[in-house]
């Protein structure tokens, strides 16, 4: 890239913004636009489930990055500025205050929270909604998560820190944890009925009343259950809307080859990218922080040094009940298995795809097992990967 | 070129030492140990990528 192109990157969180920094860092000198929706700076949101919600953290804690840094790396940041329309031939994205010419264009709008039959239920995603969770959780003798998953797991846990009753409700037979999926199942589930969640799985919730003084459902069961407060964790769409006469394919998010291109010098990383992975030769999202990091970075050094980067390996963490776990790697519905050999802790879990360990778990493992693991991984992929 | 590191925000990944493995380590619960908190300019691309990489965004570099 000349120092005379622009790069436009549609998207301020972890993504957009680690996209921006790696084109610096990659030596691009023209000119970095980076257009967010909210009016916030950018922000890490992991903590909006975890820190923040426990009342560990103040909002304030979570911004990465101060104006003056951003202009000390010469990204001008327009917050409150939606995209609205992208223009494949003639280049420009259409915001809320006007048009932006790119010679590049970053797609790293991620998701949004999926909504609950629009009934007005909570749901957890920006930090708007993590104050406000945390300002009622903390009078909520009872809590209602609905979501068997990975934020509804923390949001569950922090009810439970913070001395709720608390219900969680999964319309599947088992929790599915991440990219990790059922095989950690079991071992989620019991630590919740340890903490004292109350799960309530296979259960459909057919209605939800909302009022001033908390929430009633319905579950198919015939059972109802009456909260102080109702949250929604049911998954997350891939933000496209803006995409959608622009003849990208956004089948689910924006489908992109295995560099991260979706067409001619427009590129979509994090989780509203669904990268082609070489292995499988499918395209799919990951909706986890490291992954839209490394995906920045990596579609940085392409842009500008033409320096293509294999895929990056997913990796993910949470805290749920004190207990710190971790998922490295790819896991394809595998079962999981000890990997005694690196863990006589028994705390770290091993996927085998192929006869090969493609993806490993730390169930709150001492740390020098989880590196362990980790390189259990990057050595199978290496075979099946050699660098040029 | 001054690094400071945010403890209470490192999940211990593990990125920032596999990176720069000169100015960061890894205590033995995984959190980040900050080596050098005033390298000299041939370093400070590595700090820059380890703080872009880390998932917590827990390492500053300015």
């Not at chain 1, 776990?325 to 005694?340: C, H, M, R, S, V």
């Not at chain 2, 490192?10 to 920032?16: D, I, M, N, P």
């Not at chain 2, 890894?26 to 390298?39: E, F, K, R, T, W």
Request: charged share 20%; proline share 4%; hydrophobic share 40%.
């Amino acid at each position: 890239m000349k120092s005379s192109e622009r790069v436009v990157v549609v998207g301020a969180s972890i993504a957009g913004l680690t996209a921006a920094e790696s084109l610096r860092l990659e030596g691009f000198e023209g000119e970095i636009i980076l257009i967010g929706d909210e009016a916030h700076l950018p922000y890490s949101r992991p903590p909006l489930s975890k820190q923040l919600l426990m009342g560990l953290w103040e909002p304030d804690q979570t911004r990465i990055k101060s104006k003056q840094e951003l202009v000390d790396l010469g990204i001008q940041f327009r917050g409150s500025n939606p995209a609205l329309d992208l223009n494949l031939d003639s280049k420009v994205v259409l915001t809320a205050s006007g048009v932006e010419k790119f010679d590049a264009l970053i797609i790293a709008t991620g998701a949004k929270a999926r909504q609950l039959g629009g009934q007005g239920v909570q749901t957890l995603r920006n930090l708007e909604d993590s104050i406000s969770l945390r300002e009622k959780l903390s009078t909520a003798k009872t809590l209602a998560v609905i979501g068997a998953g990975v934020l509804g797991s923390e949001i569950a846990s922090a009810g439970r820190a913070l001395g709720s009753e608390v219900f969680l409700v999964g319309k599947a037979e088992h929790i599915s944890f991440g990219s990790v999926g059922s095989s950690l199942s079991q071992r989620v589930e019991d630590l919740h009925t340890a903490n004292g969640v109350d799960l309530r799985l296979s259960s459909d919730v057919l209605d939800i009343q909302v009022g001033h003084d908390g929430a009633s459902l319905l579950l198919d069961s015939g059972e109802v259950i009456y909260a102080d407060l109702a949250v929604a964790a049911v998954g997350a769409i891939p933000c496209t809307e803006w995409l959608a006469k622009s003849g990208l394919d956004i089948s689910d998010g924006v489908v992109c080859d295995s560099i991260g291109a979706a067409a001619p010098a427009v590129y979509a990383i994090g989780d509203v990218a669904a990268w082609k992975d070489p292995e499988t030769g499918f395209a799919r999202r990951v909706e986890h922080q490291t992954n839209a990091i490394e995906q920045a970075m990596s579609v940085a050094g392409t842009i500008v040094n033409n320096r293509e980067s294999i895929a990056p390996v997913p990796f993910f963490w949470s805290d749920i009940h004190g207990l710190s776990i971790k998922a490295y790697g790819w896991f394809d519905g595998q079962p999981l298995n000890e990997l005694t050999s690196i863990s006589p802790s028994g705390s770290m879990l091993g996927s085998e795809t192929g006869g090969r360990t493609r993806g490993v778990v730390s169930w709150d493992a001492p740390f020098k097992e989880f590196r362990a693991g980790r390189s259990i991984v990057d050595e199978s992929r290496n075979l099946s990967n050699p660098k040029p | 070129m001054k690094i400071t590191v945010k403890e209470d925000a490192c999940v211990g990944s593990g990125q920032c030492a596999l990176v720069a493995e000169s100015l960061f380590d890894q205590d033995d619960s995984g959190i980040v140990v900050l080596l050098n908190a005033n390298p000299d300019a041939s370093q400070e691309s590595a700090a820059q990528k380890a703080a872009s990489l880390c998932p917590a965004r827990a390492i500053i570099v300015n």
